[in-house]
């Protein structure tokens, strides 16, 4: 066999794997580069008054696009908001976008990373439902989240489009309608028959559907635009599945995560650049003491990831067949919370948390934003306070301050070591330089 033969054969070889290990991205309508927050902090923001004066530098907003959507009025109400694609307008609804842009609007311009975590809910509309829904979703499903069409051509249709004109909109030079910069795909994906339900199925046939609603959602996007981000989303249990659920219902999220990216991987079309929307909540939702967990250990084996053991998820994010052009994918810690406990320690101690896990976060590279959940406690969360704010219709100030308000206040500012120096007994620290 000649040198040359060889050499031929390699270089085919080599072309083909090239070729096929990553997408060959379109050009975007729009280019420009991803914002530098200023700070890890964010918020799932309520009150956007009240988000500003805290001095928020991510937002996460929830676009529920099966009531954005609007495939009834088609060729007939021409007030509507319309998207071409592939020749056909797709309708959206006027009121559901403008109120949209008003809040995106008014945070960004105010230096607010903005991220929206893109769900569809079971409407009601049978048109609607029958576009958005996975054809697999359940009817009894817990939450009336489903996961997306992407099975009908009628289907995939719709969500491209929809989130074109979302790309579109919210990418814009001149900023008309503000600016997003992540587009999260549903939400703890490997816990999906709560939260993107799709009926009783494999992980590997919800891994490959869901790889199938990304990579939609990541074409739309960057055609758009070059810097937005597509993230998945995991809750934390990492080498155990929720336990509520069965191997039908839930998935560990690592074995999820490898699944996912070696099925993106082996693709015809190739890999591309999604990252990670992870939530790290404490083991038990009820006990904000997260330095206690039990089950977050400091290896890739651990049942869960919490705040406690953060740095397994940014280490294993490291590993070579995770990356993406020799980068690890960015993080964003999109939702979790410190439940209030009763008592009159209570509020100390959820403000503690916050503290421990803020400083934590700061110091982890590869994690870009910690968005917490929530802004004001929620009357019909199962009994958790999550907020920064109670929820008290009856008192004269309906939303009063917990301890927490003022900690999150003061997290990326100069006043930070005071505001936090209460909890380091708390959480049993000496020094926050420990960290």
């Known amino acids: ?27 975007s309508r729009y280019v420009d580069s991803y914002p530098a927050a200023a700070s890890k902090k964010g918020l799932q923001v309520e009150m956007i008054d009240d988000a500003l004066a805290l001095g928020v530098k991510h937002a996460a907003l929830n676009v529920d696009l099966s009531q954005l959507v609007d495939p009834e009025s088609a060729g007939s109400d021409l007030d509507q908001p319309s998207w071409n694609y592939r020749g056909q307008e797709y309708r959206f609804r006027r009121r559901q976008i403008e109120s949209l ?28 439902d029958r576009l958005m829904l996975h054809p697999g979703y359940d009817q009894t499903a817990p939450n009336r989240l489903g996961a997306f069409n992407t099975v009908t051509e009628e289907g995939r249709a719709w969500l491209t ?13 001149d900023r008309k309608f503000g600016r997003v910069a992540g587009y999260i795909v549903g939400n703890e994906v490997n816990s999906h028959w709560w939260w993107s339900n799709m009926g009783r199925v494999t992980l590997l046939e919800f891994a490959d559907a869901y790889l199938e609603a990304v990579r939609l959602v990541h074409q739309a996007v960057r055609r758009q635009s070059s810097w937005a981000r597509v993230y998945i989303s995991l809750e934390h249990h990492w080498n155990m599945r929720y336990p509520a659920g069965d191997e039908f219902q839930s998935f560990p999220g690592r074995e999820f995560v490898d699944t996912f990216a070696r099925r993106a991987r082996e693709d015809r079309r190739g890999d591309f650049d999604w990252q990670l929307a992870f939530h790290p909540y404490p083991e038990n939702l009820f006990e904000p003491r997260f330095w206690n ?22 280490t294993y994010l490291g590993k070579r067949e995770l990356l993406y052009e ?29 503290c421990y896990a803020y400083r934590k976060v700061e110091a982890l590279e590869g994690i870009d934003a910690f968005i917490l959940h929530r802004h004001v406690d929620h ?22 301050k917990k301890k927490i308000y003022d900690c999150f206040r003061a997290a990326d500012t100069s006043e930070w070591r005071s505001a936090f120096e209460f909890a380091l007994p708390l959480v049993d620290i000496d020094d926050w330089d420990e960290l």
């Open 161 to 173: 489009a929809a989130t074109e004109f979302l790309a579109e909109r919210w990418s814009r030079p």
């Open 326 to 354: 020799g980068k690890p994918r960015r993080i964003i810690l999109s939702e979790q919370g410190f439940h209030t406990p009763e008592g009159p320690e209570g509020e100390a101690i959820q403000a503690a948390a916050y």
């Open 101 to 128: 842009d008003a809040r995106i609007k008014t945070l960004s311009d105010n230096g607010v990373v903005v991220h929206l975590i893109l769900l569809v809910y079971q409407s009601g509309n049978e048109a609607t």
């Open 1 to 27: 066999m000649s040198t040359g033969w060889v050499k031929a054969v390699l270089l085919v070889l080599l072309t083909a794997h090239v070729a096929c290990s990553a997408v060959v991205e379109e050009e």
């Open 293 to 314: 967990d039990a089950t977050a250990e400091p290896t890739e084996d651990t049942p869960r990831i919490t705040f406690k053991n953060l740095e397994v998820l940014t």
């Open 379 to 400: 009357p019909h969360e199962g009994g958790l306070r999550l907020g920064l704010r109670r929820y008290d219709p009856g008192a004269s100030e309906p939303r009063p």
